[in-house]
């Protein structure tokens, strides 16, 4: 993987007070699918290098994950301003990743 999950930090509300565009990863760094689905992650990033990506380990009682309703790891929220626009569940495409990225509008 190339940039690990890592505990929550930050709050639900914090989330939603984001600006812009971001990207809200939960998954673990010992998942298999989250493994699968990173270099397809990794990818579709390169384009949008300034694109906030958080990667929130996630787990049984962690509240951030239980906020957004996560249930299978990896799952990508896509935010434009605090609100979710668009989800992925374990993504095995990177077109379907673009397509959640294009739902973002413009990424600065």
């Known amino acids: 993987m190339s940039k690990p999950?890592?505990?929550?930090?930050?709050?639900?509300?914090?989330i939603d007070a984001l600006r812009g565009a971001a990207i809200v990863d939960?998954?673990?760094?010992?998942c298999g699918h989250?493994?699968?689905a990173q270099p397809l992650v990794d990818?579709?990033?390169e384009a949008h290098?300034?694109?906030?990506?958080?990667?929130?380990?996630?787990g049984s009682g962690r509240p951030l994950g239980r906020s957004?309703?996560?249930?299978l790891w990896?799952?990508?929220?896509?935010?434009?301003?605090?609100q979710e626009v668009a989800r992925l569940v374990r993504p095995t495409?990177?077109?379907?990743?673009d397509a959640a990225l294009a739902k973002l509008g413009p990424v600065a």
Do not use: M
């Not at 505990?7 to 914090?14: C, G, I, L, V, Y």
């Open 74 to 82: 990896p799952t990508l929220v896509f935010l434009r301003d605090g």
């Open 26 to 30: 939960f998954g673990t760094n010992w």
């Open 43 to 45: 990818r579709a990033f």
């Open 5 to 14: 999950y890592l505990p929550e930090t930050e709050s639900r509300a914090d």
């Open 93 to 97: 495409d990177s077109a379907s990743i």
């Open 34 to 36: 989250c493994q699968a």
């Open 49 to 58: 290098p300034g694109l906030p990506h958080l990667k929130v380990e996630d």
């Open 68 to 71: 957004f309703g996560v249930k």
